[in-house]
Every structure is written in structure tokens, then in C-alpha cells.
């Protein structure tokens, strides 16, 4: 890498269902006001803007260009991004690639959504897929991972009752995070009884559809070090696309996340991801899927990560701090919900997560984007160089 | 910074106003495949690092229809990213994944099938929800609303507007990808049809076209180990305009200006008009050509329209702008700005068949997005 770069600011909107009160423009502001008071910087300060959301989704073509005046930033480099589901992890991944070029200063980094102005189940479900193949199935992300789940349960011996255990811890989580959307105080008996879409999966289960913008703040070292006390330094990075995972994929369960992570390991050097990573921000769609997303991250052994709910290890201050924020389930702003990832981790990293910091000294964190059916980026934050 | 950024291959499909044989994943396939062959790269260790697309989904049909890579090309398990902006974006990106050192090799494609989508409709999707598109502004309202502003203010005439047409079309007869080639006159621009006025319907790029682009590229080393001819790219800036047209000078284009600086101050370029040999600018309606020339320095403000009185930018010229045909000839928008860097990677190659432009060694090419060229991105070249 040409410099090595860091975090020094990050923000997020209180995520709602609805937010009829602003505009897009104006909900993307908000984020970006709170990064750039989080980071002590103006616009002046930022010399390069990339953004995007998943805007299929949200009904719009081009939103960059009025967002941009929004936020008070004619005249600044910049462009949009957009990968489906994994949008904001690639637009982090172009913040950290443009920002270790060295010929810019600072680079924001922004992405959004805001589900309650479009009907997104186009982009999200059959829209996105290819119309000769998969396409022709009745494919959404309720039904993908509705057969990725029963598939991980026939193998693993885990139960509906297990699934729900995570939606339920992923619920605690969230009760501690005051940016989360949904903060239900649910029991294992209220998930159970609850709606069912697609069996396994009931409502409860699925990520909501959520208006929300995440940003941050990407400079080269020497930059970071001026402006911040407490820089994220980002370790690595990496964007995993798949196609066609869903006829492609030898085992109907897994995604590219365990691919993905290897290779980043590999890079860095880690051999015990459970003890040299500290914090755990995973893009988890569905609560089923952080069971899976534990094992491939390196967790656990295949197909046992359900016993390590049924054993109450995973939380905020468990054995296996995993989505401390309360994770996707609880708020899902799609472009940007890889962003709020990212930031949560940095937060974490910082130590001014509040009341859903991780005790304990963080000295690593991984976040990641998933998208489509199996796509991932990592993006791997250390407090130490 | 790492080091120089090489591009190594470039491919292009004929440019046709209904494709209607080819699935975008078809015409992904015909120019990924064209530039792996032609640097023997494959998706491996040691082979293409990364990709990025660029499209819009609402001009590909399918949402995020750069997945097809994975199907198409084997970009199976790989650094895979888009940009939603000109095709020139794309490259302005890659480059910018090699410079981090974070990649080697890049391949970048842009496909777009107009054929499947109203154009006007997205167009007006693109602008903003409450002030403009309540008004029915969309981008070739926006650009009659500019080219008005430009002519009048700086007294630019419908004829020198006219022979930008002209010229394109002539230039296009000598490329083999060009949609329209038709000979054309002033008079037979004048007369056609008022489309918005003052552009008429010769002086806007025809619409439908399909087609797509793709190239490599590679770091300097790599780069010097694939290619005996590389291509460097030497600047790139890009830069955001006002949104609201009423709250811009329309009839000068201050981004332009901006992106342009940015990118000549990383090349080192001072006078463009006489440091470059060709000129590759995205202009898709008459006027454009014009008054991007002003934005990229080749004149001074309002001198647009002397500037293609003086035969300057002819083939032949000093600077000749659009050998290939340019987007008046016939292009999808957004393969547009990456096809730009295609044709000037070929003119530095010397390449450019019955178009090249003997004894070329620097270009610029440009890329625009959004109304009345909102984002501008420059990049320049040197072989």
C-alpha cells in the first residue's frame, strides 16, 4: 500500500422505518454533519467525496448529483458507487483505495437509503438476478434465506428455537444501541410465535426496511495523525463478488465470506481470528445467518455455532462479542448498512461505543457488506499499527 | 503514490442502434473476453486483480447486472466493484486502485443497452425530486436551456454549432465501430427538426445506441511485462457542478474547468492546445463540443465557436478533436467516457486505422454525467 491510512471521523442518522420529514439530501446531511463534527472538520477539510446507495432500490437515477449540493460540496472530486446489497462496503473499499493514493487529504465516505420512498422489493428481489436462470424462480432475500437456513439446520441439528436465540440476543444488542431502528425487547417466546414468511423464517428474523446514512472520514497517515487523537488505522480491505451463487455454489449455506476472510488473514497474518480480532460488526441479513457468518468468519467449527447460543456465549460482554450494535436484523438502511458496520467497529475500536462497547481492550475489529446472494467485503480496523 | 498506471488492452463492440441478438452479459462477454485474449490475463493469482463496471441499472435492464462478470468471465471470487457514473469514472477509479497499491491489474467494462429504456424517462428520474423534475426538466431540456445561454452570451452562431455536426459524421466515416456516418451539411443540420430549441434533432446524439467497452489496466511493471505499447495515464481530475440551473453559470462550464486543472497539474500540462496531439470529448449535443473546449483550455471563454471556424480541431488540424466520430456519431452514454480513453489509447498506440492522427504521443479524453454536464472527468494519456 502506497500509505497506510485511518478513520478519524465517522457519523450516522437515528435509524427509523420512516423518516417523512426529510428528503434524501437532507438525511444524507445529517450523517455528514455528525461525521464532520465527530472528526472536527468542515467540507473545506474534504477533498474527495464517494457515495452511493442501492438505488434500484430507492427509485432514483443519479441521486449523487443532487445530493451533492445538499451537503454543501460543489467543486469537490468525487463519484458514486453502487454494488447491490454490498454498496456501502465498496464505497468504503474506493474510500481507502482513493485515500491511499496520497494525492488526496481527506475522503468522505457516504452512503444511504431510504426505503420509505419506494416499493424496493423490485431491486431487492427478482430484479436483481438473472432473468433466463434464477430469475424465473420467486427468489427474494426472505426465500434465499429461507433455503439457505433449512439447508444449515438439515446438516447442523440446529432447531427454530436456535434461530430465534439470535434474533433474541440480537435484540439485546440493540436495546444498548441508541442509532438502532428496531429496540423490541423481545423474548424467545414472542420470535417464535411470530409471523412466518418463508419457513423457516418468520417477520422477526428478516433485517426491516429502514431510512438511514452512515459516513466517515478516510485520510493518509499523516493527515489522520493532525487531525485525530484516536485514528482507526484500516489494516485491510477486500471485495468478494460472486455471480451465481445461487446455482454456482457447492454448498447451499455458504456465501464468500469464509473465502474472503482467508484471504484477508492470510495477508495479515492471523492464525486465531477468536482471539486476534476483538470486535465483530458482520452484515447479517437474517438472524439465521449469523450463525453461519460465525463459522466463516473462524469462530467456530462448521455447523456449531448454534451451540454457542444455546451455551448464552454470544454478546456484548460474552465469550463472543458478535454484532454488539445488534446487527443487521435490527436496522437496515441497504447501501448504507455496510457503512453503519463499519462505523459501529470503528466506535468500537475507539471505545466510544457507550453502552454497547465491548469491556475489554479492542485492538482489532472486522466489519463486513453482503450483498446479492453471497457477495462480501471485510474490512479489517486496528487501534495499533 | 506507487508508481505509473499503464492501460494495456482496449476493446470495443460496433455501436448499433438495436442489439437486439445480445444479452448485456452477451456484450460484456465480447469485450472482456477480447481484452483478456489480448493480454493473456485470466481471473487467477497473477492474472486480473480486480474489476469495475461501470452502468446504470435502469440502462441495463436487470439490477446490478455487472454480476454477470462472474457468470460471463469467470470474475468468480474477485475484487468486483461499479461506478454509477460516465464510463471515464470507471477508469478514473481503477487507476486509483493501482496507485493505492492495493491491486495490479484492473479490468474495467461499461455496456448499456438504450435500446431497453426510454432515455428522456431515466433522465428525468436524474433530477431533483422537488424543485426540477416537478417542472418537467430533464437532460436535453437542461442542455437547451445551456446551449441557449452559451450561444447567446458569447454570440456563438447555429452554424458554427452545426458544423461540430459535420465534422463528427466525417470523422465517423473513418471508424469501423461508428453508428452514423452519414454525410451531412450545415444546411441539412440547420433544417432538421427543432428537438429543444436551440439544438435540433442532428445536433443531439442519436439515441438509441447499444455497445460496450472494456480495457486493462495494470501497474507500471506489470504493465511494461504485458505490453510493449502501454498507454500511461498521466492526470485525472474530476469535479461536481451545481445541481439547480439556475444557481450555475451556465454558460461557463466551472467544473470542467476545475477537473481539467486538476488533471493537467498531475500531468504537468500548461498549454493544451499545443501540448496535445488528440483530443477525445464526450459532447452529446452540438454546443457541447464548444464549450468543453473552453473547460479543457483548448481556447479561452466564448472562443468555442471560433476555435472550429479556424479548422483547428479537424482531422489534419493542430488539435484535432473526435477522430473517432465522438458521441454525435452514435454512442450509448456511460460506455461513452471509457470508449473517449479507448480511442486515445488506440491513437497513441498509433492504432487508429484510417482515423489515426499521425505521430500522436499525448491525449486528453473527457467524460460528463448528469444535466448540463455536471460531472466532469479528465484524464490524460501519454504513450
Redesign the interface.
Known amino acids: 500500500?502506497?500509505?497506510r491510512i485511518a478513520i478519524v471521523g465517522v457519523g450516522q442518522t437515528h435509524h427509523k422505518s420512516k423518516r417523512p420529514d426529510v428528503?434524501t439530501?437532507e438525511l444524507c446531511a445529517e450523517a455528514v454533519e455528525r461525521c464532520l463534527e465527530d472528526a472536527q472538520m468542515t467540507m473545506k477539510d474534504i477533498d474527495n467525496?464517494v457515495m452511493?446507495s442501492f438505488?434500484?432500490a430507492d427509485?432514483?437515477?443519479?441521486p449523487?448529483?443532487?445530493i451533492?449540493?445538499e451537503l454543501g460540496?460543489?467543486?469537490?472530486?468525487?463519484?458514486?458507487?453502487?454494488?447491490?446489497g454490498t454498496t456501502g462496503g465498496?464505497i468504503a473499499?474506493?474510500s481507502?483505495?482513493?485515500?491511499?493514493?496520497?494525492?488526496f487529504d481527506a475522503v468522505l465516505c457516504l452512503a444511504w437509503q431510504k426505503m420509505d420512498e419506494a416499493a424496493g422489493a423490485?431491486?431487492r428481489g427478482g430484479?436483481?438476478?438473472?432473468?433466463?436462470w434464477t430469475?424465473q424462480f420467486p427468489m427474494s432475500p426472505i426465500t434465499n434465506f429461507a433455503r439457505r437456513t433449512y439447508a444449515y439446520m438439515d446438516r447442523s441439528g440446529c432447531t427454530e428455537e436456535h434461530i430465534s436465540m439470535v434474533r433474541v440476543k440480537q435484540d439485546q444488542c440493540a436495546m444498548k444501541n441508541e442509532y438502532a431502528q428496531l429496540r423490541l425487547g423481545l423474548t424467545l417466546e414472542k420470535v417464535m410465535n411470530d409471523v412466518l414468511l418463508a419457513w423457516p423464517i418468520r417477520r422477526l428474523h428478516m433485517c426491516p426496511t429502514t431510512a438511514g446514512a452512515a459516513a466517515c472520514i478516510v485520510c493518509p497517515e499523516e493527515k489522520a495523525k493532525k487531525v485525530t487523537k484516536k485514528p482507526v488505522w484500516v489494516e485491510d480491505?477486500?471485495?468478494?463478488?460472486?455471480?451465481?451463487a445461487l446455482t454456482m455454489a457447492e454448498d447451499p449455506t455458504s456465501s464468500?465470506l469464509r473465502?474472503?476472510c482467508d484471504a484477508v488473514y492470510k495477508r495479515r497474518g492471523i492464525t486465531n481470528p477468536k482471539k486476534e480480532i476483538q470486535a465483530w460488526e458482520v452484515y447479517e441479513p437474517a438472524s439465521p445467518a449469523e450463525l453461519r457468518w460465525i463459522e466463516e468468519v473462524g469462530i467456530c467449527e462448521d455447523y456449531t455455532a448454534w451451540k454457542l447460543f444455546e451455551q448464552n456465549k454470544v454478546g456484548i460482554d460474552k465469550e463472543i462479542p458478535f454484532n454488539p450494535s445488534g446487527g443487521v436484523t435490527a436496522t437496515n438502511p441497504i447501501g448504507a448498512t455496510p457503512v453503519v458496520r463499519l462505523v459501529e467497529a470503528a466506535l468500537q475500536v475507539r471505545g466510544d461505543a457507550g453502552e454497547h462497547q465491548i469491556p475489554g481492550k479492542i485492538d482489532r475489529a472486522l466489519a463486513t457488506g453482503y450483498g446479492?446472494q453471497g457477495?462480501n467485503v471485510i474490512m479489517l480496523l486496528k487501534k495499533t499499527l | 503514490m506507487a508508481g505509473r498506471v499503464g492501460i494495456v488492452a482496449v476493446a470495443q463492440t460496433k455501436f448499433e442502434e438495436k442489439k437486439l441478438d445480445n444479452h448485456v452479459a452477451e456484450l460484456m462477454y465480447d469485450v472482456t473476453r477480447d481484452v483478456m485474449g489480448q493480454t493473456g490475463l485470466e481471473f487467477k493469482e497473477g492474472g486480473i486483480d480486480s474489476t469495475v463496471a461501470a452502468s446504470y441499472d435502469l440502462l441495463s435492464g436487470p439490477a446490478g447486472a455487472y454480476m454477470f462478470l462472474g457468470y460471463v468471465v469467470g470474475a468468480y471470487r474477485r475484487e468486483d466493484e461499479r461506478v454509477l457514473e460516465d464510463g471515464s469514472t470507471a477508469v478514473y477509479y481503477g487507476t486509483m486502485q493501482i496507485l493505492s497499491g492495493h491491486c495490479d491489474t484492473v479490468l474495467l467494462v461499461a455496456y448499456t443497452k438504450e435500446s431497453a429504456m426510454n432515455k428522456n424517462l431515466y433522465e428525468w428520474v436524474g433530477m431533483d425530486q422537488i424543485y426540477q423534475r416537478r417542472v418537467g426538466l430533464d437532460f436535453v431540456s437542461a442542455a437547451g436551456l445551456q446551449a441557449m445561454r452559451y450561444t447567446t452570451k458569447y454570440g456563438i452562431t447555429p452554424e458554427q454549432c452545426a458544423k461540430v455536426v459535420v465534422k463528427a459524421r466525417k470523422n465517423a466515416r473513418n471508424n469501423p465501430n461508428a453508428m452514423c456516418c452519414d454525410s451531412l451539411t450545415v444546411d441539412d443540420v440547420l433544417r432538421s427538426t427543432m428537438l429543444c430549441d436551440p439544438i435540433r434533432v442532428q445536433e443531439a446524439k442519436p439515441t438509441p445506441v447499444d455497445g460496450a467497452c472494456a480495457m486493462i489496466l495494470a501497474s507500471e511493471e506489470r504493465a511494461k511485462k504485458i505490453t510493449d505499447k502501454p498507454v500511461w495515464i498521466t492526470g485525472l481530475g474530476t469535479c461536481y457542478d451545481q445541481h439547480e440551473l439556475g444557481w450555475r453559470e451556465l454558460a461557463d462550464c466551472e467544473a470542467l474547468t476545475t477537473a481539467a486543472q486538476r488533471a493537467y497539474k498531475m500531468a504537468g500540462i500548461k498549454d493544451p492546445m499545443k501540448e496535445f496531439d488528440v483530443a477525445e470529448i464526450s459532447e452529446q449535443y452540438s454546443y457541447q463540443e464548444l464549450l468543453w473546449s473552453e473547460g479543457l483550455g483548448f481556447c479561452s471563454k466564448g472562443e468555442g465557436g471560433k476555435l472550429i471556424d479556424s479548422g483547428k480541431t479537424d482531422m489534419g488540424g493542430q488539435l484535432p478533436i473526435n477522430p473517432s466520430g465522438g458521441m454525435l456519431s452514435g454512442l450509448p452514454v456511460c460506455v461513452s467516457g471509457m470508449q473517449r480513453v479507448a480511442e486515445c489509447v488506440l491513437q497513441l498506440r498509433g492504432e487508429g486505422g484510417a482515423r489515426q492522427v499521425s505521430g500522436a504521443k499525448k491525449a486528453v479524453a473527457h467524460g460528463v454525467d448528469g444535466p448540463a454536464g455536471q460531472l466532469h472527468c479528465v484524464i490524460t494519456l501519454e504513450n
Open positions: 500500500m502506497a500509505e428528503t439530501a467525496i452511493g438505488e434500484v427509485g432514483y437515477y443519479s449523487d448529483k443532487w451533492i449540493p460540496a460543489v467543486g469537490k472530486s468525487g463519484f458514486e458507487l453502487q454494488n447491490v465498496v473499499a474506493a481507502f483505495n482513493i485515500a491511499a493514493t496520497g494525492l423490485f431491486g430484479g436483481g438476478a438473472n432473468e433466463y430469475g480491505w477486500l471485495t468478494c463478488h460472486q455471480g451465481g464468500t473465502y474472503a446479492g457477495e
